[in-house]
């Protein structure tokens, strides 16, 4: 890896100075790539308009594909969306935090490399250890993409990356192989009824019956 550091780090209890390099890196202006609770993923400032359109470019994305973001507390969300629906509400008490994106209307502070010019953003709380710690270090919120180039899996171990990745970001903190090999669900709250918009770890029947919607 060029210019890239490895770190290993704890995926329960990650060490806090290894949590702070990472998180000083991301205000700088820095990438990042980390573990989460699917696939491991990569992170920068989501205000930073420069780096964003890194993480694009490292991973030959469709500009008008949105980047998801983390947060790592409920009080992080409201300033990030122009409204937040019942039918929001009811999946975040059944699943946050967890492996739920949501999908809202953003706020117009939210930079167009961010939105895709969809107006539109994917909000998801933190639940790795590792993700959750380093959000909360940051002070806000950090693109969640996975590692991966456009149109490739996800990587659960670092050793799946591809180089164009790895030799790109400024550090990977690497927490092993993780335990799971499927995508966040995201459901579009937008819509009236919510909309599953990628079927992954938390199935339909299970978003359903948190809406209290039969189907």
């Known amino acids: 890896m060029k210019d890239c550091k490895i770190l290993s780090v704890h995926p329960k209890s990650p060490n806090r100075g290894i949590i702070g390099k990472a998180a000083a890196l991301v205000k700088k202006g820095g990438l990042v790539v980390f573990p989460t609770s699917s696939f491991y993923g990569l992170g920068t400032d989501a205000f930073n308009a420069e780096t964003l359109a890194k993480v694009f470019r490292i991973k030959n ?3 008008k594909k949105p980047l998801l973001i983390l947060i790592a507390g409920m009080a ?9 629906p019942k039918t929001a509400t009811l999946l975040i008490e059944a699943f946050w935090p967890g492996e739920l994106t ?12 961010l939105t895709g010019d969809t107006e539109q953003i994917g909000i998801r709380l933190a639940a790795h250890p590792v993700a959750c710690s380093l959000v909360k270090a940051v002070g806000g919120p950090i693109t969640g993409t996975s590692a991966n180039l456009s149109g490739k899996g996800g990587c659960t171990a670092v050793t799946q990356m591809d180089h164009q990745i790895t030799d790109q970001v400024d550090l990977v903190l690497d927490a092993g192989t993780l ?26 029947k299970r978003i359903w019956t948190a809406l209290q919607i039969e189907r």
């Open 61 to 63: 994305r469709d500009l």
């Open 76 to 84: 992080e969300l409201a300033p990030l969306v122009r409204s937040i």
């Open 179 to 204: 335990g799971e090999k499927k995508e966040s669900t995201v459901v579009d709250v937008t819509v009236t009824p919510p909309k599953i918009l990628r079927s992954g770890m938390i199935d339909a």
């Open 102 to 113: 949501l999908v809202f209307h953003a706020a117009d502070l939210l930079p167009c490399e």
